[in-house]
């Protein structure tokens, strides 16, 4: 199984910038893409940013420009960072991974999330 830990959530003023980092543990092989998404109070989850293991990243269009998403996969993190942020950037974000799993019947891919950070945007 895999474990996702998220760090870094908090309330920052409009403007500002926070970084969100998640580290993957457990038994796997390897992890494929990572991703990041959110969700606002009485909305549905949603796509923040995701990132192969090959580096090629996708964004929401509400964020291009603004967020970056990393990652380092001889450690299995992934970080978001979050410029210029704005109200409607408050959420619980979520780490999303795919990871590769060995089985006695080869390998699979399974998708798992983390326990969700708040970010706050306010003055």
């Known amino acids: 199984q895999v474990q996702l830990v998220e760090s870094g959530g908090g309330l ?3 403007g ?3 970084r969100l980092s998640c580290a993957a543990s457990g038994s796997f092989f390897s992890i494929a893409d990572m991703g990041w998404y959110r969700q606002a109070p ?3 989850r949603e796509l923040v940013a995701t990132i192969t293991r090959g580096a090629s990243t996708n964004y929401a269009d509400s964020v291009k420009g ?3 998403i990393s990652r380092d996969n001889a450690k299995n993190t ?3 960072q979050m410029n210029t942020l704005r109200p409607e950037d408050t959420a619980v974000y979520y780490c999303n991974c795919r990871a590769v799993l060995a089985t006695p019947w ?3 891919t399974n998708a798992y999330w983390g326990q ?3 970010v706050t945007i306010s003055s």
Request: hydrophobic share 35%; aromatic share 4%; net charge positive.
């Open 12 to 14: 920052v003023q409009p």
């Open 116 to 118: 969700g950070t708040q």
């Open 106 to 108: 080869g390998a699979t």
């Open 42 to 44: 009485g909305k549905e």
């Open 66 to 68: 603004r967020f970056t």
């Open 78 to 80: 992934v970080v978001l």
């Open 16 to 18: 500002g910038s926070l």
